[in-house]
């Protein structure tokens, strides 16, 4: 049931309203930068260099320190993979491009692949996860070491 509106309200809803003001005051005005610490005309192009090197050390900083905090993470979670890419760099080749996986029980299943006792590589980018990777280089029942372009080196 529609609910009936007295005249007064109608004519008070149809009576139109001031528009917002669109002029800013002088004294508001950010110079269009919307910095409120005032235009860079201020400083001299040396201490503008300056502020940008203080600036940029300080972000670089803070992404080093993201960078750790998620690495120490990633260590964390994921130890046995952490180690063997560990191992891999402290030989100073190139990045691997393969997992050689061997097995000590032949057909035994580890991150959905059936091992062999037969020496098999897999390239790496065959693991879209770290938890696969982690799976095998943690399972006592395979030998898991990553391998590189021997052509490369």
Known sequence: MAKKVSEGATAAAAKPTAAPATNTPESEDQGGAGDPAGPAGDLSVDQQIKAGRAASAEQLDRIGDFLKAEQD?????????SAAIDAWQAK???RPTAVRVVSRVDGFRRANIAHSKEAVEHPVESFRLPEQLEALFAEPNLV???VGDVSAE
């Open 92 to 94: 100073g080749g190139p």
């Open 73 to 81: 993470k990633f260590r964390a979670a994921y130890p046995k993979l």
């Open 144 to 146: 898991v070491e990553f």
